[in-house]
């Protein structure tokens, strides 16, 4: 028997950042994410986010790629959301999206992270963030 674990810390936005996601819609979209994933077999660690973006903390499958499971959560979470019309407007997921793995020692400090988004983004922006990020993990 093989034992892995990879951990992915995943960022992805609403099409040009459009702040969509009120707190009340966040809840109902996480619940469904996490629900729609269980049933993919996709464990989701940690999911969060703010009003232009979500953070999710999922582990990967040795038998999955990042970009299947990407396309699993946002592609079936806006199909849905639009057809259960939980907002006002069309839910559109950006194309790109952030993705790095975690080590086993950084997991509690990712979670801790992604728990507190909300008051995380009262000091920074999610473009702030997520130029941050790109040059932190050397992808500028």
């Not at 099409?15 to 809840?27: A, F, G, I, M, S």
Request: charged content about 30%.
């Amino acid at each position: 028997m093989s034992f892995v674990k990879i951990m992915i810390h995943a960022v992805w936005g609403t099409k040009n950042r459009e702040p969509y996601l009120q707190k009340d819609v966040r809840k109902i979209l996480f619940e469904h994410i996490i629900e729609n994933a269980n049933s993919k077999n996709i464990f989701i660690d940690t999911i969060n986010g703010y009003l232009d973006h979500v953070h999710c903390l999922f582990e990967l499958h040795p038998e999955s790629s990042i970009s299947k499971i990407m396309q699993q959560l946002k592609g079936e979470s806006s199909c849905w959301a639009n057809k259960e019309k939980i907002l006002k407007y069309k839910l559109d997921w950006a194309n790109e999206y952030f993705a790095v793995s975690v080590s086993e020692s950084m997991i509690d400090k990712v979670r801790n992270y992604i728990v507190n988004q909300e008051e995380h983004h009262r000091k920074k922006t999610f473009v702030e963030e997520f130029n941050e990020f790109k040059k932190k993990y050397g992808f500028d």
